[in-house]
């Protein structure tokens, strides 16, 4: 059974769109990430939460807001999209303290 | 800045052989490094780490090996099969609940026969 849920796993957006990401665990983490993948680049943190009602900036918050509404939820939310946001996005969840992360299956989102 | 940072964008070893695959970091609160493997469209997953009061930790074929004072950590892998095929992503944090992991950019590695 997937403990971190990605919705959706494929999608496509117009430029100026607002697109939501969402992703649910049951882990019962404190807390959740989310990464986006591009080649060359590895992972790269977006933003992430230490529980509900709680988000932090990571390394490349611009263009991107979050929302973490309860413990199993956390959104990530672009409000104008552009073609740069063009990726693979990951979300995680994790006790912290360097713990394991376990990821979500990712959402492939295509920016035109 | 790239806190952490994998050397070797790619790599390809022959079936059997060993390898070896770097990670150098700069961050010094750092004390915990992990490696995750993906496979292509799924996603990463642990497959070993260590904290910073050893300086190696084997498991199987992987071992990771810590070098503080060089802010560098490895990961070797013997017998190479077939189904190492992936990327290889290195991690770095600091072992508190309110840390963020940092990855490095990755290497894919091939195992051909």
């Known amino acids: 059974e997937a403990a971190v849920t990605q919705s959706p796993r494929n999608k496509v957006a117009v430029t100026g769109g607002k697109v939501t990401l969402s992703c649910n665990q049951t882990?019962?983490?404190?807390?959740m990430y989310w990464y986006r993948q591009d080649t060359g680049h590895g992972l790269r943190l977006i933003h992430y939460s230490y529980g509900a009602g709680s988000t932090e900036k990571g390394d490349i918050p611009d263009g991107y807001k979050a929302s973490r509404p309860s413990q199993e939820n956390f959104s990530l939310i672009l409000e104008l999209a552009t073609p740069s946001q063009t990726s693979v996005y990951f979300c995680a969840s994790g006790d912290g303290g360097g713990n394991t992360l376990y990821f979500g299956a990712g959402t492939r989102l295509s920016v035109l | 800045g790239q806190q952490v940072k994998q050397s070797s964008p790619s790599l390809t070893v022959q079936e059997g052989g060993i390898l070896i695959l770097n990670c150098d970091y700069e961050n010094d609160m750092f004390d915990y490094f992990a490696w995750y493997k993906k496979y292509p469209d799924n996603s990463p997953t642990l497959l070993i780490s260590?904290?910073?009061?050893?300086d190696k930790r084997e498991d199987g074929r992987f071992t990771v090996f810590l070098n503080k004072s060089g802010k560098h950590f490895s990961l070797h892998i013997t017998a190479s099969q077939p189904e190492d095929t992936a990327v290889y992503l290195c991690a770095a944090g600091a072992s508190s609940s309110f840390s963020k992991l940092v990855f490095g950019q990755g290497t894919s590695l091939s195992v051909v026969p």
């Open positions: 882990n019962n983490h404190n807390n």
């Open positions: 260590v904290r910073s009061n050893v």
